[in-house]
């Protein structure tokens, strides 16, 4: 397996220096995209796929409580220790999880920071997000693309796909948004429930 499927399916070393890569490379992607939902103290929120835990930290920073899955051990473990003292006073909780088994709810908002590309059926587990979402819940879908050739361009596309799969799945107010980072931009698809 090649370093780079490690940030599909991180495991072992090469997992967690993947991690260290996504916490640097990422933490601007991850504020931006916690910003989109517009959090409010006190609000519970859903991760789909945590990684080392970076935008929890964000969210639980403004005042959040957050439910975070990973599928992988090691990012789990990297989220844990990055968010020791909301773990321990029950602001977090990180749990072995994917988009094909989420907690339950109910949150106030939930969102994926390139994790929707992995899911086995985007509309299946917005489905499911929607049952897990309190009354007005919101939904932000972001992806930054890191295929080989991938342009600004496929990240505006791929944020449109995924705000016409929020409009399927139930969500109104849907928007898509940008950020422009290197090596491509992100787009973000938002949606709130009717």
Not at 7 to 24: D, E, N, S
Not at 96 to 111: H, V
Not at 156 to 184: C, H, I, K, W, Y
Request: aromatic share 6%; hydrophobic share 45%; charged share 25%.
């Amino acid at each position: 397996m090649s370093f780079k499927n490690q940030f599909a399916h991180p495991h072992g070393l090469g997992g967690r220096a993947a991690g260290w890569i996504m916490t640097i490379q990422n933490a601007r992607r991850n504020q931006w995209v916690v910003d989109r939902l517009d959090p409010q103290p006190g609000e519970r929120l859903l991760e789909i796929g945590c990684g080392p835990g970076v935008a929890v930290a964000e969210a639980v920073g403004l005042g959040c409580r957050v439910t975070a899955v990973d599928p992988s051990a090691v990012m789990r473990s990297m989220a844990s220790r990055r968010n020791a003292a909301a773990i321990a006073d029950g602001r977090v909780a990180v749990l072995d999880g994917s988009a094909e088994s989420l907690p339950e709810g109910p949150f106030a908002a939930a969102y994926a920071v390139n994790t929707p590309q992995f899911w086995t059926d985007v509309d299946a587990t917005l489905a499911e997000v929607v049952e897990r979402l309190g009354p007005g819940g919101r939904m932000a879908l972001a992806i930054q693309p890191r295929f080989k050739g991938a342009t600004d361009a496929d990240a505006r596309r791929l944020a449109e796909e995924n705000a016409e799969r929020l409009v399927r799945a139930g969500f109104g107010d849907v928007r898509v948004d940008g950020l422009s980072l290197r090596p491509t931009d992100v787009g973000c698809a938002v949606g709130r429930l009717r």
